[in-house]
């Protein structure tokens, strides 16, 4: 069965300082791996995923995230942190040739102004 | 328009009633979820199904039963509520055919069991 952990609940960052949120998993085979994020009161919206190919993923409002199979790691990063970013945060894996996802028990971002 | 849509977005009950959470969907999405959101625990899966014949149990589906009345509509009941199903609901969507696999949220449904 496959696991997400995000070994942190809470994230605080100065505005304009990069942002690194952790994540690591568990999975049978090849992963897929993505990042959701959830502003208050509102659903999950899809950031970022990795499937296959650069180690290095590009996804929405300026985060990325490197993929780390040696460390079974999949860090959800941003350069210069905003305000705006405060949120929670969610890491999720599936195994290939399944849909259905699992995911972290969630990170909480808060950048301070 | 949401592509998710998730009614009613809060309710209050008392232990023992029969609650019925709706979604429906505009994506033209054949895989729909319902997962249950608890502080600290992240999501949970309670019941998924990839089509209309389709449905399957998740990790925590105790409690639970499901309905996909078309492609679109798919809702989760609580035959007879509990206080520890007082949660955040979200109903998601996926696509099949693809490899990529990312699921689309609705907005949720607050749920509280006195």
């Known amino acids: 069965a496959q696991s997400v952990a995000q070994p942190e609940d809470q994230v605080n960052v100065a505005e304009g300082n990069p942002l690194t949120v952790k994540c690591t998993y568990s999975?049978?085979?090849?992963?897929?791996l993505f990042w959701y994020v959830q502003y208050p009161n509102r659903g999950l919206q899809f950031l970022l995923k990795?499937?296959?190919?650069?180690?290095l993923v590009k996804g929405s409002y300026g985060f990325e995230a490197e993929f780390n199979k040696s460390q079974t790691s999949f860090h959800l990063k941003k350069p210069s942190a905003l305000v705006s970013d405060s949120a929670l945060y969610f890491c999720?894996?599936?195994?290939?040739?399944?849909?259905?996802?699992?995911f972290g028990a969630g990170t909480t971002v808060t950048v301070r102004a | 328009d949401a592509d998710v849509t998730q009614t009613p977005r809060n309710r209050i009950t008392k232990t023992g009633k029969r609650i019925m959470l709706e979604c429906s969907q505009t994506?033209?999405?054949?895989?729909m979820y319902w997962y249950r959101q608890d502080p600290g625990l992240g999501l949970q899966l309670i019941y998924y199904?990839?089509?209309?014949?389709?449905?399957n149990k998740g990790e925590i589906s105790d409690g639970y039963s499901v309905s996909r009345q078309a492609q679109a509509k798919f809702s989760l009941s609580l035959e007879s509520a509990i206080p520890n199903q007082t949660a955040l609901y979200f109903c998601?969507?996926?696509?099949?055919?693809?490899?990529?696999?990312?699921?689309?949220f609705g907005e949720g449904s607050r749920l509280t069991v006195l």
């Open positions: 999720a894996v599936r195994p290939l040739g399944d849909y259905k996802l699992s």
């Open positions: 999975v049978s085979g090849n992963p897929y």
């Open positions: 990795y499937i296959t190919g650069d180690n």
């Open positions: 994506k033209g999405h054949d895989r």
């Open positions: 199904s990839f089509d209309v014949k389709d449905i």
């Open positions: 998601a969507t996926g696509r099949s055919g693809g490899p990529t696999g990312e699921l689309f």
